[in-house]
Protein backbone atom coordinates (compact mmCIF):
# COMPACT_ATOMS: atom_id res chain seq x y z
CA UNK A 1 0.00 0.00 0.00
CA UNK A 2 1.15 3.30 -0.82
CA UNK A 3 2.33 5.68 2.15
CA UNK A 4 -0.10 8.88 2.11
CA UNK A 5 1.58 11.75 3.13
CA UNK A 6 0.71 14.79 4.62
CA UNK A 7 1.45 16.31 1.56
CA UNK A 8 -0.48 14.65 -0.68
CA UNK A 9 -3.13 15.21 1.40
CA UNK A 10 -2.58 18.60 0.99
CA UNK A 11 -2.41 18.43 -2.54
CA UNK A 12 -5.80 16.61 -3.11
CA UNK A 13 -7.43 19.25 -0.59
CA UNK A 14 -6.05 22.09 -3.04
CA UNK A 15 -6.90 19.85 -6.06
CA UNK A 16 -10.73 19.75 -4.66
CA UNK A 17 -11.49 22.10 -1.58
CA UNK A 18 -12.94 18.66 0.33
CA UNK A 19 -12.29 18.49 3.77
CA UNK A 20 -8.86 16.93 4.77
CA UNK A 21 -9.74 13.66 6.74
CA UNK A 22 -12.17 13.07 3.94
CA UNK A 23 -8.98 13.34 1.11
CA UNK A 24 -7.34 11.23 3.06
CA UNK A 25 -9.85 8.74 2.91
CA UNK A 26 -10.39 8.97 -0.61
CA UNK A 27 -6.07 8.65 -0.96
CA UNK A 28 -6.09 5.60 1.37
CA UNK A 29 -8.81 3.68 -1.33
CA UNK A 30 -7.17 5.08 -4.19
CA UNK A 31 -3.62 3.24 -2.90
CA UNK A 32 -2.56 6.78 -3.29
CA UNK A 33 -2.99 7.54 -6.80
CA UNK A 34 -4.42 11.40 -6.81
CA UNK A 35 -6.35 11.11 -10.61
CA UNK A 36 -7.90 7.78 -8.78
CA UNK A 37 -8.68 9.96 -5.19
CA UNK A 38 -10.71 12.73 -6.94
CA UNK A 39 -13.07 10.16 -8.97
CA UNK A 40 -13.76 8.29 -4.74
CA UNK A 41 -13.82 12.07 -3.96
CA UNK A 42 -16.43 12.66 -6.94
CA UNK A 43 -18.88 9.58 -6.20
CA UNK A 44 -18.97 10.93 -2.48
CA UNK A 45 -20.55 14.29 -4.06
CA UNK A 46 -17.31 16.36 -1.94
CA UNK A 47 -15.91 17.21 -5.06
CA UNK A 48 -17.94 19.15 -7.31
CA UNK A 49 -15.77 21.61 -6.60
CA UNK A 50 -12.75 20.26 -8.20
CA UNK A 51 -13.50 22.43 -11.59
CA UNK A 52 -14.01 25.72 -10.03
CA UNK A 53 -11.13 25.23 -7.45
CA UNK A 54 -8.87 26.99 -10.24
CA UNK A 55 -11.13 29.68 -10.88
CA UNK A 56 -10.17 33.33 -10.17
CA UNK A 57 -12.22 35.01 -7.04
CA UNK A 58 -12.14 38.32 -7.45
CA UNK A 59 -15.65 39.54 -5.74
CA UNK A 60 -17.42 39.08 -2.72
CA UNK A 61 -17.86 40.79 0.87
CA UNK A 62 -16.94 41.44 3.95
CA UNK A 63 -18.44 40.37 6.82
CA UNK A 64 -18.61 41.52 10.71
CA UNK A 65 -19.70 39.69 13.42
CA UNK A 66 -20.23 41.55 17.10
CA UNK A 67 -21.22 39.66 19.77
CA UNK A 68 -24.28 40.41 21.95
CA UNK A 69 -22.29 41.94 24.61
CA UNK A 70 -19.87 43.79 22.07
CA UNK A 71 -17.19 42.90 23.72
CA UNK A 72 -15.94 40.33 20.57
CA UNK A 73 -16.31 41.16 17.08
CA UNK A 74 -15.00 39.21 14.26
CA UNK A 75 -14.08 40.71 10.41
CA UNK A 76 -14.16 38.11 7.41
CA UNK A 77 -13.47 38.77 3.71
CA UNK A 78 -15.12 35.94 1.68
CA UNK A 79 -14.51 36.01 -2.31
CA UNK A 80 -16.45 34.45 -4.71
CA UNK A 81 -16.17 34.85 -8.79
CA UNK A 82 -18.92 37.36 -9.85
CA UNK A 83 -20.17 40.31 -8.28
CA UNK A 84 -23.58 38.62 -8.77
CA UNK A 85 -23.02 36.46 -6.02
CA UNK A 86 -20.81 38.39 -4.20
CA UNK A 87 -24.23 40.70 -3.28
CA UNK A 88 -26.20 37.31 -2.88
CA UNK A 89 -28.35 37.07 0.11
CA UNK A 90 -27.29 33.28 1.23
CA UNK A 91 -23.58 34.55 0.00
CA UNK A 92 -23.48 37.05 2.71
CA UNK A 93 -25.14 35.10 5.45
CA UNK A 94 -22.89 32.32 4.95
CA UNK A 95 -19.77 35.05 5.43
CA UNK A 96 -21.22 36.19 8.56
CA UNK A 97 -22.15 32.95 9.95
CA UNK A 98 -18.01 32.40 9.13
CA UNK A 99 -17.32 35.81 10.69
CA UNK A 100 -19.55 34.18 14.22
CA UNK A 101 -16.93 31.40 14.27
CA UNK A 102 -13.95 33.17 14.07
CA UNK A 103 -15.29 35.18 17.15
CA UNK A 104 -16.50 32.40 19.46
CA UNK A 105 -13.11 30.10 18.31
CA UNK A 106 -10.15 32.39 18.00
CA UNK A 107 -8.62 30.32 15.21
CA UNK A 108 -4.85 31.27 14.34
CA UNK A 109 -5.44 31.26 10.66
CA UNK A 110 -7.33 30.16 7.56
CA UNK A 111 -6.45 26.58 8.18
CA UNK A 112 -7.69 26.66 11.68
CA UNK A 113 -10.69 28.33 10.77
CA UNK A 114 -12.03 25.85 7.99
CA UNK A 115 -11.25 23.34 10.73
CA UNK A 116 -14.09 24.30 13.30
CA UNK A 117 -17.21 23.08 13.76
CA UNK A 118 -19.57 24.50 12.21
CA UNK A 119 -23.53 23.47 11.16
CA UNK A 120 -23.36 19.69 11.19
CA UNK A 121 -19.53 19.72 10.13
CA UNK A 122 -16.84 21.86 9.78
CA UNK A 123 -16.32 25.58 8.25
CA UNK A 124 -14.61 24.09 5.60
CA UNK A 125 -16.95 21.10 4.63
CA UNK A 126 -20.08 24.37 5.15
CA UNK A 127 -17.86 26.31 2.25
CA UNK A 128 -17.35 22.80 0.35
CA UNK A 129 -21.15 22.79 -0.11
CA UNK A 130 -21.57 26.29 -0.48
CA UNK A 131 -19.62 25.93 -3.76
CA UNK A 132 -21.66 22.82 -4.43
CA UNK A 133 -25.04 25.00 -4.17
CA UNK A 134 -23.99 28.30 -5.70
CA UNK A 135 -22.01 27.10 -8.62
CA UNK A 136 -18.93 29.52 -8.03
CA UNK A 137 -15.32 28.87 -6.52
CA UNK A 138 -15.04 30.62 -2.90
CA UNK A 139 -11.75 31.06 -0.42
CA UNK A 140 -11.88 32.85 3.00
CA UNK A 141 -9.21 35.14 2.25
CA UNK A 142 -8.55 36.55 5.55
CA UNK A 143 -10.28 37.11 8.71
CA UNK A 144 -9.80 39.34 12.04
CA UNK A 145 -10.62 39.24 15.53
CA UNK A 146 -11.25 42.52 17.98
CA UNK A 147 -12.07 42.05 21.73
CA UNK A 148 -12.97 45.32 24.35
CA UNK A 149 -12.70 43.45 28.05
CA UNK A 150 -13.30 46.92 29.54
CA UNK A 151 -15.24 48.37 26.69
CA UNK A 152 -17.37 47.46 24.02
CA UNK A 153 -16.51 47.49 20.16
CA UNK A 154 -18.52 49.30 17.38
CA UNK A 155 -18.45 48.69 13.81
CA UNK A 156 -19.35 49.76 10.10
CA UNK A 157 -19.74 48.09 6.74
CA UNK A 158 -20.04 50.62 4.04
CA UNK A 159 -23.13 49.37 1.42
CA UNK A 160 -21.24 47.67 -1.28
CA UNK A 161 -19.54 45.73 1.31
CA UNK A 162 -16.13 45.94 -0.06
CA UNK A 163 -15.47 48.29 3.02
CA UNK A 164 -15.77 47.69 6.48
CA UNK A 165 -13.75 48.02 10.16
CA UNK A 166 -14.37 47.18 13.57
CA UNK A 167 -13.14 50.11 16.30
CA UNK A 168 -12.82 48.83 20.73
CA UNK A 169 -13.77 51.17 22.89
CA UNK A 170 -12.56 51.57 26.80
CA UNK A 171 -14.74 52.79 29.56
CA UNK A 172 -15.54 52.00 33.20
CA UNK A 173 -19.56 51.97 33.40
CA UNK A 174 -21.08 48.31 31.68
CA UNK A 175 -24.07 50.42 30.94
CA UNK A 176 -22.69 52.85 29.04
CA UNK A 177 -22.11 49.96 26.37
CA UNK A 178 -26.04 49.81 26.19
CA UNK A 179 -26.57 53.70 25.78
CA UNK A 180 -28.11 54.94 22.78
CA UNK A 181 -26.08 57.75 23.16
CA UNK A 182 -22.59 55.60 23.22
CA UNK A 183 -24.37 53.47 19.95
CA UNK A 184 -24.64 56.30 17.80
CA UNK A 185 -21.28 57.49 18.45
CA UNK A 186 -19.36 54.06 18.41
CA UNK A 187 -21.08 53.84 14.77
CA UNK A 188 -19.86 56.87 13.66
CA UNK A 189 -16.51 56.30 14.79
CA UNK A 190 -16.55 53.32 12.74
CA UNK A 191 -17.80 55.14 9.91
CA UNK A 192 -15.20 57.63 10.42
CA UNK A 193 -12.49 55.28 9.85
CA UNK A 194 -13.82 53.83 6.52
CA UNK A 195 -14.29 56.98 5.06
CA UNK A 196 -11.27 58.62 6.12
CA UNK A 197 -8.55 55.63 6.63
CA UNK A 198 -6.26 56.55 9.46
CA UNK A 199 -3.04 55.14 10.47
CA UNK A 200 -3.79 54.57 13.72
CA UNK A 201 -6.52 55.45 16.53
CA UNK A 202 -4.27 57.41 18.90
CA UNK A 203 -1.08 59.11 17.73
CA UNK A 204 1.37 56.71 20.16
CA UNK A 205 0.44 54.24 18.09
CA UNK A 206 1.38 55.49 14.40
CA UNK A 207 4.19 52.93 13.17
CA UNK A 208 7.91 54.44 13.85
CA UNK A 209 8.93 53.59 9.99
CA UNK A 210 5.98 55.45 8.69
CA UNK A 211 7.10 58.91 11.43
CA UNK A 212 10.68 58.90 10.14
CA UNK A 213 9.65 58.36 6.77
CA UNK A 214 7.12 61.74 6.74
CA UNK A 215 10.59 63.04 8.82
CA UNK A 216 12.40 62.52 5.73
CA UNK A 217 10.15 63.92 3.57
CA UNK A 218 9.29 67.31 5.59
CA UNK A 219 13.33 67.85 6.62
CA UNK A 220 14.24 67.73 2.53
CA UNK A 221 11.15 70.49 1.41
CA UNK A 222 12.39 72.11 4.41
CA UNK A 223 15.66 72.43 3.53
CA UNK A 224 15.08 73.96 -0.03
CA UNK A 225 13.53 76.98 2.21
CA UNK A 226 17.28 77.66 2.95
CA UNK A 227 16.64 78.97 6.29
CA UNK A 228 18.80 78.03 9.38
CA UNK A 229 18.98 74.21 10.70
CA UNK A 230 17.33 75.24 13.64
CA UNK A 231 14.36 76.86 11.38
CA UNK A 232 14.04 73.52 9.31
CA UNK A 233 13.32 71.29 11.79
CA UNK A 234 10.40 73.26 13.20
CA UNK A 235 9.16 73.68 10.08
CA UNK A 236 9.42 69.61 9.49
CA UNK A 237 7.64 69.51 12.87
CA UNK A 238 5.06 71.69 11.96
CA UNK A 239 3.95 69.46 8.49
CA UNK A 240 4.67 66.47 11.09
CA UNK A 241 2.14 67.48 13.71
CA UNK A 242 -0.12 68.56 10.40
CA UNK A 243 0.03 64.90 9.13
CA UNK A 244 -1.18 63.73 12.68
CA UNK A 245 -4.30 65.72 12.46
CA UNK A 246 -5.10 64.38 9.19
CA UNK A 247 -4.19 60.91 9.54
CA UNK A 248 -4.51 59.97 13.58
CA UNK A 249 -8.05 58.51 14.25
CA UNK A 250 -8.93 60.50 17.31
CA UNK A 251 -7.08 63.82 16.26
CA UNK A 252 -9.07 63.79 12.71
CA UNK A 253 -12.08 66.48 12.38
CA UNK A 254 -15.47 64.38 12.40
CA UNK A 255 -16.57 63.49 8.97
CA UNK A 256 -19.93 64.58 9.84
CA UNK A 257 -19.49 68.02 11.84
CA UNK A 258 -16.43 70.16 11.05
CA UNK A 259 -16.67 72.16 14.49
CA UNK A 260 -15.74 68.64 16.40
CA UNK A 261 -13.13 66.03 16.12
CA UNK A 262 -13.06 62.40 17.00
CA UNK A 263 -11.69 63.46 20.50
CA UNK A 264 -13.56 66.30 21.09
CA UNK A 265 -16.91 63.97 20.45
CA UNK A 266 -15.75 60.97 22.80
CA UNK A 267 -15.47 63.67 25.69
CA UNK A 268 -19.18 65.18 24.81
CA UNK A 269 -20.19 61.86 24.49
CA UNK A 270 -18.52 60.84 28.01
CA UNK A 271 -19.71 63.94 29.38
CA UNK A 272 -22.99 63.50 28.84
CA UNK A 273 -22.99 59.69 29.65
CA UNK A 274 -21.16 60.25 33.16
CA UNK A 275 -18.10 58.33 31.86
CA UNK A 276 -14.49 58.48 30.55
CA UNK A 277 -14.97 56.57 26.91
CA UNK A 278 -11.61 56.03 25.14
CA UNK A 279 -10.90 54.96 21.40
CA UNK A 280 -8.39 52.13 21.51
CA UNK A 281 -7.92 50.94 18.17
CA UNK A 282 -9.29 49.75 15.12
CA UNK A 283 -9.28 46.84 12.37
CA UNK A 284 -10.07 48.15 8.42
CA UNK A 285 -11.07 45.90 6.25
CA UNK A 286 -10.62 47.30 1.87
CA UNK A 287 -11.57 44.18 -0.15
CA UNK A 288 -8.72 42.78 -2.15
CA UNK A 289 -5.99 44.55 -0.29
Avoid: W
Avoid at 88 to 93: E, L
Avoid at 137 to 160: E, P, Q, S, V, W
Avoid at 163 to 189: G, L, N, Q, R
Wanted: with cysteine; charged share 30%; hydrophobic share 40%.
Amino acid sequence: MAQITAALVKQLREMTDSPMMECKKALVEADGDLDKAVDVLRKMGLAKAVKRAGRETNEGTIAVYVSDDAKVAAMVELTCETDFVGTNGKFKDFAHAVAEVVAKNDPADVDALKACAMGEGTVESELTEMIHVIGENMKINRFARLTADNGAIGCYIHHDGKHADMVSFSFSKPETAAADEFKTFAHDVAMQVVASNPVSAVREDVPQDVIDHEMGIYKAQAAESGKPEAIQEKIALGKLEKFYKENVLTEQVFVKDSNETISSLAKKVSKSLGDDIKVVTFVRFNFGE
